[in-house]
């Protein structure tokens, strides 16, 4: 059974920093091809943070994000990590780590290609 465990949210003032990170555990029969950040806030629909392929490492951010956070991975250690940066207090939300055993994914940031889910991590940014 594949499990996703968050860490590394909090509460820090607009323009700082947080870095977050997922420790996955999977057995070796499970192959985690897409990782994924989601975040949800209070009344509104689960978003498509940032996305990464295990594989060939390409990503993707949603628009919202771009040139503030980085996702990276370390594949030997099955660990996910979003570096968030001149955070805003829109960005305050639960935010959530995802993986996908499909070898193709259509959307990389839509949460119905996303098979694994762990159990969120607050992050609060106030003005």
């Known amino acids: 059974q594949v499990q996703l465990v968050e860490s590394g949210g909090g509460s820090v003032q607009a323009g700082g920093s947080l870095r977050l990170s997922c420790a996955a555990s999977a057995p070796s029969r499970d192959i985690l091809y897409y990782m994924a950040w989601f975040r949800q806030a209070p009344g509104k629909q689960r978003e498509g943070v940032a996305a990464?392929?295990?594989?060939?490492?390409?990503?993707f951010y949603a628009d919202s994000v771009k040139g503030r956070f980085t996702i990276s991975r370390d594949n030997a250690k099955n660990a996910l990590y979003l570096q968030m940066n001149s955070l805003k207090p829109e960005d305050t939300a639960m935010y959530y780590c995802?993986?996908?055993?499909?070898?193709?994914?259509?959307?990389?940031?839509?949460?119905?290609?996303?098979?694994?889910w762990g159990q969120g991590t607050q992050v609060t940014i106030s003005s």
């Open positions: 990464i392929s295990t594989g060939l490492g390409r990503t």
């Open positions: 995802a993986a996908s055993s499909g070898r193709t994914i259509a959307t990389m940031l839509q949460p119905r290609e996303y098979n694994y």
